[in-house]
């Protein structure tokens, strides 16, 4: 007996499901393969390979949903796992109050291919650990450094998704990234830089184009520099964000916001809700006329854009803000009708094979400019330039944030002197983002992103890339992030 | 219990499969040491919001993990698929891996046979419970709401997993675990309450009695005034102490504390907190989830951690420890933190004897702003209250916090006996909830 195929196990589960007089059904298989090569202090402190298959099953059945999934992929174990998704379906149907009816969406036959130039899988690992000892040695040869890290991350996804509407489409998908850190210690204080890439749809061409060996030198200089660093003094100050340090308040204070199954409440009790309510949709001064956020989940290369959402939905690219107002949600099939929409904007998405599909962040990008960034620091009497990730919290409705930053320059009479530590910002969304001034133009432009988006219960990690320029803030307060200032 | 009608899982691995697995493993392997674990679970979860389901899964995994060393080069790779021929692979697999390995300075071979200490983690009644417990005992919580007019969110959540660690070395743990956990969010109007739960057994989550606490928290948030920031005395309830204290916990590595890069550095054996402060680790507690082993297949045991204020312990690696001559790594997965002293018999006792003070349900986004003394940042959630003359007087809007817990518990004016503590953001805990002098609320939210 010829071993089955995935097409084969798909066909037997939307068989079961469609006898079962459910409205709607869908099943991913997913092979997912994952090296992450991790050094501490001058040495490899674990390399790990990852190989996870499975399959999940998703099943509507009079407007109440089910899902059930299963590592076993067997000709008994799938109808089995299909039967249990009707069962449970049945129960969430007979306490519904609400019947879940889906939005349309055409019927797909395809397939989605990664390009990579060098597969992450086939560079030799002794190459890849050579890397990272030669990197944590050239952060640690500046004085002052006391500890290092670098690490390597490559993930592919061979999936296919098949509903019982008809669309069957086939991925395969691959992702890397690479980072180092170096920590200081001076005067019993210590503090740390970082440089990576960020999380792209690309292969190992991404972690030669880095650079890691030109950058430890630097980033080992600037954790020196950053620990000997003044600290902050309190006060309102015009800030000038780095695109790596937007990509997390673009993230934080519109991202989650923007999801409309939080603004619908359906994430209450955990990730939260949203400030930004459907009554403000087209008319909420969210910023001012110079911010646009574009969601794109088809711009090559970046974590959102996989052809297809797990809801067998197309990418697409939307407007969430458009100069300051409020116009547009992350939705899936089954929340976009709840505000009229006649099409899911396909930003519904698991992390694996046992997840069920929520609505994610979709690729949410700040649009360009005019400036150039020493225009926009330029126009800055006191003020603080900062890069990249540090401290970051927002409260469940997305509005009270705090951010810190990976480094901070003092700004004075439009020149960017010495470093800062302890910046610490705080501030309330909309009035935030309706202080901005200045974004630089298009060759300024960079993309950061996320795979480790908290959200849903069970807990789910959520992959996305969200690409800026530099932009300005006016009179953001700043309080300093230690002690008791 | 209405029976769904589904057919029942598959077994899970039980120890004589998992012995056979591990034996398997160990003869294709030609590592000078090899190591296997187990991690293979069922459970599923019934989410609802806004009254209803709004998810219901399941999910059955199984993962076999080889670690294989020649000399002190090691490799891991996973899988899960467990036919032979796929172990074989993954042996092969995590050889190629440490071949291709540089040498790591701080490698140790898998550790001997251990004796382990069997505790409570598996209980009957989570072990067969399924998709239909769980949908009965949410829309029981759900039922609750809609009769108050209120509107719902929550999860049940169970699970059982078969655990194992085995190594050439004669090393061998195994044991069953279930998990069950509970939490609502009940929403009047713009306001908030929550509860959680959680329990090796699922019929001790209390749904009801959780259910009715976060109605009343939520019915009590309604029309919350504005207090401005700054520093008020708190009255921290039991999540919200766990949610400081979880970070009190992670941040007390060996590795961080020699190397100078740790809150605590150069103060082990000194007086830190509050002198009534005791924290141990207490892996038999019928209300903690303790667990019998460490994933290096290690035995847990009770442990003082803080003792009267004063930093007893911290947490090795094992290379740390051989280097620093610790004979046994203590674990902590089963905390308990208690004061000395007069306690207050509840929460309500501890509320009338706090004077003027805010009342903090739970804290939410904790994140680190400063590593250096632990300064932390995050939001009141879900029932924030203003207390005066030993009663609650209205709701106040949230607030951010910018404080260190080391700071913060230096005094503790008045406390209760431990009681369970779970949130979003951490594991389980037994803590109290205790009355702080002081802490630092930076800024005000809009609700």
């Given at each position: 007996m010829p071993t089955p195929s995935w097409q084969d196990f798909a066909d037997l589960a939307l068989k079961r499901i469609a006898s079962s007089g459910a409205e709607y059904g869908d099943i991913r298989l997913v092979h997912s393969t994952a090296q992450s090569i991790r050094g501490e202090d001058r040495r490899i402190a674990s390399i790990r390979d990852t190989d996870d298959v499975g399959f999940g099953v998703r099943v509507l059945y009079r407007g109440g949903w089910g899902f059930a999934a299963s590592s076993i992929l067997s000709l008994e174990e799938v109808p089995r796992v299909a039967d249990l998704a009707i069962e449970i379906a049945k129960g969430s149907a007979s306490i519904a109050i609400e019947h879940v009816a889906l939005a349309r969406e055409p019927v797909h036959r395809d397939r989605v291919v990664t390009p990579v130039?060098?597969?992450?899988?086939?560079?030799p690992l002794g190459q890849k650990a050579d890397l990272l000892l030669a990197t944590m040695d050239a952060l640690q040869?500046?004085?002052?450094?006391v500890r290092s890290a670098a690490e390597l991350w490559a993930r592919r996804d061979r999936k296919l998704f098949a509903s019982t509407e008809g669309t069957r489409v086939e991925f395969d998908l691959v992702a890397s990234s690479g980072d180092c850190t170096a920590t200081a210690l001076s005067d019993g204080r210590f503090a740390s830089r970082s440089f990576n890439t960020p999380p792209?749809?690309?292969?190992?061409e991404l972690i030669e184009e880095a650079e890691f060996l030109k950058q430890a030198p630097r980033v080992a200089r600037e954790a020196v520099e950053k620990v000997q660093a003044p600290a902050v003094d309190a006060g309102a100050y015009d800030l000038v964000l780095d695109p790596e340090h937007l990509s997390l308040t673009m993230h934080e204070s519109c991202g989650h916001p923007s999801e409309l199954d939080r603004a619908l409440g359906y994430e209450a009790n955990y990730a939260g809700t949203s400030f930004?309510?459907?009554?403000?949709?087209?008319?909420?001064?969210?910023?001012?006329?110079?911010v646009t956020l574009v969601a794109d989940n088809?711009?090559?290369?970046?974590?959102?854009?996989?052809?297809?959402d797990d809801d067998g939905v197309a990418c697409q690219k939307w407007d969430i803000v458009r100069e300051g107002i409020f116009t547009g949600y992350c939705t899936n099939r089954e929340v976009?009708?709840?505000?009229?929409?006649?099409?899911?904007?396909?930003?519904n998405r698991a992390d694996s094979w046992g997840s069920v599909p929520i609505v994610r962040i979709a690729n949410i990008g700040l649009e360009p400019g005019q400036a150039t960034v020493e225009q926009l620091i330029a126009d800055v009497r006191r003020g603080i330039y900062i890069e990249g990730h540090g401290s970051y919290s927002i409260d469940q409705r997305r509005y009270n944030f705090q951010f810190g930053g990976d480094a901070f320059w003092l700004i004075e009479n439009g020149k960017r002197t010495h470093m800062l530590r302890d910046v610490i910002y705080h501030g309330i969304t909309p009035e935030f983002w309706n202080r901005c001034d200045g974004v630089a133009d298009r060759s300024h432009r960079q993309r950061y992103g996320f795979i480790t988006c908290g959200k849903g219960q069970p807990g789910q990690s959520g992959w996305m890339t969200h690409a800026a320029s530099h932009a300005r803030f006016r009179n953001i307060q700043v309080i300093r992030g230690e002690g008791r200032a | 219990m209405t029976p769904t009608g589904a057919k029942p899982w598959p077994k899970m691995t039980s120890r004589e499969e998992f012995q056979f697995i591990a034996e398997l493993v160990m003869a294709c392997s030609t590592a000078d040491h090899t190591q296997v674990t187990l991690h293979d679970q069922d459970g599923g979860t019934a989410r609802f919001a806004n009254n209803q389901m709004i998810q219901n899964v399941n999910m059955r995994r199984g993962a076999v993990a080889v670690t294989a060393a020649f000399g002190a080069r090691q490799g891991t790779a996973s899988t899960t698929d467990f036919t032979a021929g796929a172990l074989r692979e993954t042996v092969k697999r995590a050889e190629a891996i440490a071949r291709l390995s540089p040498e790591d300075p701080e490698y140790l071979p898998p550790a001997g046979p251990q004796v382990y200490n069997p505790g409570?983690?598996?209980?009957e009644e989570t072990l067969a419970a399924g998709p239909a417990v769980r949908l009965e005992y949410a829309n029981e919580a759900i039922g609750q709401c809609r009769m108050e007019n209120l509107s719902a969110a929550g999860v049940v959540s169970s699970s059982r997993a078969s655990v194992g660690v085995a190594a050439g070395t004669g090393l061998l743990a195994f044991e069953e675990r279930t998990e069950a956990r509970f939490s609502i969010t009940v929403q009047a109007g713009d306001a908030t309450g929550w509860a959680s739960s959680a329990h090796r057994?699922?019929?001790?989550?209390k749904v009801q009695e959780r259910t009715l606490s976060a109605i009343h928290k939520a019915t009590l948030g309604v029309e919350p005034q504005e207090l401005p920031p700054g520093r008020y005395r708190v009255i921290l309830e039991p999540a919200a102490v766990a949610g400081l204290w979880s970070w009190i916990i992670w941040t007390l590595d060996a590795k961080s504390y020699l190397k100078n890069t740790?809150?605590?550095?150069?103060?082990?054996?000194?007086?830190?907190?509050?002198?009534g402060l005791s924290l141990e680790n207490c892996p038999?507690?019928?209300d903690l989830l303790g667990?019998?082993?460490?994933?290096?297949?290690l035995p847990s045991a009770a442990s003082r951690w803080i003792h009267r204020g004063v930093l007893r312990q911290l947490a090795y690696d094992r290379f740390t420890a051989q280097a620093q001559q610790v004979a046994t790594i203590p674990t902590i997965e089963a905390p308990r933190l208690s004061l000395e002293g007069a306690a207050a018999s509840s929460l309500a006792q501890l509320v009338k004897s706090a004077g003027r003070a805010i009342l903090v349900t739970n804290f939410w986004y904790l994140r680190t702003v400063n590593p250096a003394d632990l300064t932390l940042t995050g939001m009141t959630r879900d029932g924030t209250f203003l207390v005066e003359n030993g009663e609650i007087v209205s709701a106040v809007k949230n607030f951010r916090f910018h404080e260190s817990p080391l700071r913060a518990f230096q005094r503790i004016e008045a406390w209760t006996a431990p009681m369970e503590a779970v949130t979003s953001e951490t594991g389980k805990m037994l803590v109290p909830a205790v009355v702080l002098p002081e802490f630092h609320f930076s800024s005000v939210t809009r609700f």
């Amino acid at each position: 007996m010829p071993t089955p195929s995935w097409q084969d196990f798909a066909d037997l589960a939307l068989k079961r499901i469609a006898s079962s007089g459910a409205e709607y059904g869908d099943i991913r298989l997913v092979h997912s393969t994952a090296q992450s090569i991790r050094g501490e202090d001058r040495r490899i402190a674990s390399i790990r390979d990852t190989d996870d298959v499975g399959f999940g099953v998703r099943v509507l059945y009079r407007g109440g949903w089910g899902f059930a999934a299963s590592s076993i992929l067997s000709l008994e174990e799938v109808p089995r796992v299909a039967d249990l998704a009707i069962e449970i379906a049945k129960g969430s149907a007979s306490i519904a109050i609400e019947h879940v009816a889906l939005a349309r969406e055409p019927v797909h036959r395809d397939r989605v291919v990664t390009p990579v130039r060098i597969d992450p899988f086939t560079v030799p690992l002794g190459q890849k650990a050579d890397l990272l000892l030669a990197t944590m040695d050239a952060l640690q040869a500046q004085s002052g450094v006391v500890r290092s890290a670098a690490e390597l991350w490559a993930r592919r996804d061979r999936k296919l998704f098949a509903s019982t509407e008809g669309t069957r489409v086939e991925f395969d998908l691959v992702a890397s990234s690479g980072d180092c850190t170096a920590t200081a210690l001076s005067d019993g204080r210590f503090a740390s830089r970082s440089f990576n890439t960020p999380p792209l749809r690309r292969g190992y061409e991404l972690i030669e184009e880095a650079e890691f060996l030109k950058q430890a030198p630097r980033v080992a200089r600037e954790a020196v520099e950053k620990v000997q660093a003044p600290a902050v003094d309190a006060g309102a100050y015009d800030l000038v964000l780095d695109p790596e340090h937007l990509s997390l308040t673009m993230h934080e204070s519109c991202g989650h916001p923007s999801e409309l199954d939080r603004a619908l409440g359906y994430e209450a009790n955990y990730a939260g809700t949203s400030f930004l309510t459907t009554d403000k949709l087209g008319t909420f001064r969210y910023g001012s006329t110079h911010v646009t956020l574009v969601a794109d989940n088809t711009e090559p290369e970046t974590l959102a854009a996989t052809g297809y959402d797990d809801d067998g939905v197309a990418c697409q690219k939307w407007d969430i803000v458009r100069e300051g107002i409020f116009t547009g949600y992350c939705t899936n099939r089954e929340v976009a009708p709840k505000i009229g929409a006649a099409r899911s904007r396909g930003s519904n998405r698991a992390d694996s094979w046992g997840s069920v599909p929520i609505v994610r962040i979709a690729n949410i990008g700040l649009e360009p400019g005019q400036a150039t960034v020493e225009q926009l620091i330029a126009d800055v009497r006191r003020g603080i330039y900062i890069e990249g990730h540090g401290s970051y919290s927002i409260d469940q409705r997305r509005y009270n944030f705090q951010f810190g930053g990976d480094a901070f320059w003092l700004i004075e009479n439009g020149k960017r002197t010495h470093m800062l530590r302890d910046v610490i910002y705080h501030g309330i969304t909309p009035e935030f983002w309706n202080r901005c001034d200045g974004v630089a133009d298009r060759s300024h432009r960079q993309r950061y992103g996320f795979i480790t988006c908290g959200k849903g219960q069970p807990g789910q990690s959520g992959w996305m890339t969200h690409a800026a320029s530099h932009a300005r803030f006016r009179n953001i307060q700043v309080i300093r992030g230690e002690g008791r200032a | 219990m209405t029976p769904t009608g589904a057919k029942p899982w598959p077994k899970m691995t039980s120890r004589e499969e998992f012995q056979f697995i591990a034996e398997l493993v160990m003869a294709c392997s030609t590592a000078d040491h090899t190591q296997v674990t187990l991690h293979d679970q069922d459970g599923g979860t019934a989410r609802f919001a806004n009254n209803q389901m709004i998810q219901n899964v399941n999910m059955r995994r199984g993962a076999v993990a080889v670690t294989a060393a020649f000399g002190a080069r090691q490799g891991t790779a996973s899988t899960t698929d467990f036919t032979a021929g796929a172990l074989r692979e993954t042996v092969k697999r995590a050889e190629a891996i440490a071949r291709l390995s540089p040498e790591d300075p701080e490698y140790l071979p898998p550790a001997g046979p251990q004796v382990y200490n069997p505790g409570p983690t598996a209980r009957e009644e989570t072990l067969a419970a399924g998709p239909a417990v769980r949908l009965e005992y949410a829309n029981e919580a759900i039922g609750q709401c809609r009769m108050e007019n209120l509107s719902a969110a929550g999860v049940v959540s169970s699970s059982r997993a078969s655990v194992g660690v085995a190594a050439g070395t004669g090393l061998l743990a195994f044991e069953e675990r279930t998990e069950a956990r509970f939490s609502i969010t009940v929403q009047a109007g713009d306001a908030t309450g929550w509860a959680s739960s959680a329990h090796r057994s699922i019929d001790r989550l209390k749904v009801q009695e959780r259910t009715l606490s976060a109605i009343h928290k939520a019915t009590l948030g309604v029309e919350p005034q504005e207090l401005p920031p700054g520093r008020y005395r708190v009255i921290l309830e039991p999540a919200a102490v766990a949610g400081l204290w979880s970070w009190i916990i992670w941040t007390l590595d060996a590795k961080s504390y020699l190397k100078n890069t740790s809150p605590f550095a150069g103060k082990l054996n000194e007086l830190i907190l509050d002198a009534g402060l005791s924290l141990e680790n207490c892996p038999g507690h019928a209300d903690l989830l303790g667990v019998g082993f460490t994933a290096e297949g290690l035995p847990s045991a009770a442990s003082r951690w803080i003792h009267r204020g004063v930093l007893r312990q911290l947490a090795y690696d094992r290379f740390t420890a051989q280097a620093q001559q610790v004979a046994t790594i203590p674990t902590i997965e089963a905390p308990r933190l208690s004061l000395e002293g007069a306690a207050a018999s509840s929460l309500a006792q501890l509320v009338k004897s706090a004077g003027r003070a805010i009342l903090v349900t739970n804290f939410w986004y904790l994140r680190t702003v400063n590593p250096a003394d632990l300064t932390l940042t995050g939001m009141t959630r879900d029932g924030t209250f203003l207390v005066e003359n030993g009663e609650i007087v209205s709701a106040v809007k949230n607030f951010r916090f910018h404080e260190s817990p080391l700071r913060a518990f230096q005094r503790i004016e008045a406390w209760t006996a431990p009681m369970e503590a779970v949130t979003s953001e951490t594991g389980k805990m037994l803590v109290p909830a205790v009355v702080l002098p002081e802490f630092h609320f930076s800024s005000v939210t809009r609700f």
